[in-house]
């Protein structure tokens, strides 16, 4: 199970009640494109309940409805292959659903109509028609249900329910498959306490230092705070370093951070960053000026990305996701979030990102971009010593030092392994 959550190559297990109704949500988005017939047969019979509510359980028709032959031919598949063969084998069913219950004289349309469609998909699975070898041949001649663009409409699906949740607050759909699994609040409620715990424990080694005593032995030191007192920046100091963490993804402030990159040790050289930083996901960036500015970004996509080509052959301008954002700890203290997850109040915030907001990395052998759009938010040369800052639409950020122009004194670059 360890194995599978730290899969880097491939996705295997979502964690968390936003990751799991991104999973379904796919699940309908690919069906209404590759299994158009069965899609819709199934929202026909879904009635009043809508066809949300059947496609949140989607991982129990599989996991808890096939039969145990059928489950391990398709469980060997996945533990080769990934979550997409779940994917394929979720749309399998449903093509297999429509083809047997498409007369209105046949047994699984009336007990659709009798007890519910969900119910209906439910005894089909438990009693699959058709054979293993069957539903793997229908899953995977599934055409043009590639890995890429499972991706995209995962990803795409995540940042909308994202920004939606940031906007209104609004509950997920509930399903079994999500009864247990921690919410975002519960991991943010874990590291404070966490972060309260480590206070403490500083604030009574204080106290035994001048009294005059010792501490009482080694203590395990509080998850969430570890990886910040790893950290010996030349740049942050402790109390910003607090700060920056609280603004990271919960789940990336569980990982050890590693200092990748840092012109104090490796040189001012675009070449020795990429060779040092471009494979690594995600990236931190600090940077300090000459004038003791102090800035940088959260970059969520790998640096190698820039060598990726389009469906024409030409090499992507700009590359990243909404989970990038800038911050700025000296003079002023703020956090820079993508436009996108404060667009859509009206539930409508999709149409309205512009291209030129989705604008978030850039870069190639003389220099490097983050931020688009009217501007560049960061904007570093081929030698690390120069670079600029402007107000840029991806971000909606002010120029993150009051001159505009700046020159380098130190860059660092941090990883997260195991992330």
């Known amino acids: 199970m360890a194995s599978l ?58 996991l808890a409805a096939l039969p145990f032959p059928h489950l391990v031919r398709v469980l060997d598949c996945f533990f080769h292959e990934g979550i997409k063969v779940f994917y394929r084998v979720a749309l399998a069913i449903l093509i297999l659903f ?27 699975c438990r009693n699959m028609p058709a054979s293993p070898t069957k539903l793997l041949r229908t899953a995977f ?30 509950r997920l759909v509930r399903s079994r498959s999500s009864d247990n699994l921690p919410t975002s609040q519960s991991q943010v409620n874990i590291q404070m306490m966490s972060h309260t715990l480590t206070i403490r424990e500083r604030m009574s080694e204080e106290t035994c230092k001048q009294m005059g005593s010792h501490s009482p032995g080694p203590r395990a030191l509080s998850m969430g ?50 060779v040092r930083v471009e494979h690594h996901e995600p990236t931190l960036l600090m940077i300090k000026t000459c004038n003791n500015e102090v800035f940088g970004a959260y970059c969520s996509t790998r640096w190698f990305e820039r060598n990726q080509k389009d469906e024409r052959g030409n090499r992507q301008a700009y590359f990243g996701t909404g989970e990038t954002f800038l911050f700025s700890l000296y003079p002023e203290r703020a956090k820079y979030p993508w436009v996108g997850c404060s667009i859509g109040a009206d539930g ?16 190639d052998s003389k220099m490097i971009t983050i931020g688009g759009g009217e501007g560049q938010a960061i904007w570093m040369d081929e030698n690390i010593r120069f670079g600029k800052t402007d107000r840029c639409s991806t971000f909606n950020n002010p120029p993150l030092c009051p001159s505009g122009d700046f020159e380098i004194r130190v860059l660092e670059v941090y990883g997260f392994s195991g992330a």
């Open 5 to 62: 959550v730290a899969s880097k190559e491939k996705m295997f297990i979502t964690q968390t009640k936003l990751l799991n109704e991104v999973t379904w949500k796919t699940v309908m988005q690919i069906a209404k494109k590759h299994a158009k017939s069965a899609a819709q047969h199934l929202s026909r019979l879904s009635g009043a309940i809508g066809p949300e509510r059947i496609y949140a359980d989607w991982q129990w028709w599989i």
């Open 98 to 124: 429509h083809k047997h219950s498409t007369n209105q004289n046949s047994e699984w349309y009336a007990e659709a109509t009798k007890n519910g469609v969900d119910h209906a998909v439910d005894k089909f």
């Open 141 to 170: 001649s599934i055409r043009a249900l590639s890995s890429q663009y499972i991706s995209r409409v995962f990803i795409k699906t995540e940042m909308t329910l994202k920004s939606k949740q940031v906007i209104t607050g609004s």
């Open 225 to 274: 705070v570890y990886p910040i007192q790893a950290i010996k920046s030349q740049i942050l100091d402790q109390s910003e370093l607090f700060t920056l963490w609280s603004w990271l993804p919960v789940r990336i402030t569980m990982y050890q951070p590693v200092l990748l990159y840092t012109t104090e040790e490796h040189g001012c050289s675009l070449t020795t960053f990429y």
């Open 348 to 363: 409508k915030g999709e149409e309205k990102v512009s291209h030129a907001s989705e604008l978030f990395m850039a870069a």
